[in-house]
């Protein structure tokens, strides 16, 4: 497994952002209305890509929100590379880039129908700061 930092107009991070966006469409079907696809209007700061015998497999993005607190965007492994604990990984690579950032904690959005990212995250710290719906906020301490 190799994680790399990726320019944000990457064409390879890109392709990776629009599979992640028409898979959680897909997934969510009536509720895709509350889904927000990847916009630069996100102002992404950073992003990684990770390698699996040289192919992309999934990425993850880092913004800032407040001072002290950012957020994990887009965290996405393709359907054929999942199991293999890449998330954990990814989640661990953008939470190290936030500490050196001076970030004390880290936040993410979810849905509740996906149950793996949820259990994924929750083992690895992140705790539930916000519902309303299928709609999760999650956040984890970082100091």
Known sequence: ???RPAELTSPELQKLFSEHDAHMMDFL??????YTP???????????????DGQPAGCAAYRERLEGLCEIKRVFIR???????ISRELLRTVEDYAREQGCT????DTNSALEPAVTIYR????VVTHREGQ???MEKCLS
């Open 29 to 34: 079907g009536e509720h895709r209305k509350y």
């Open 105 to 108: 904690r880290i936040a993410l």
């Open 38 to 52: 990847y916009s630069e209007k996100e102002h992404l700061g950073r992003a990684w890509i990770v390698y699996l």
């Open 123 to 126: 083992r690895s710290g992140y």
């Open 135 to 137: 709609y999760i906020q």
């Open 79 to 85: 359907p054929k590379y999942r199991g293999r604990g």
């Open 1 to 3: 497994m190799d994680i």
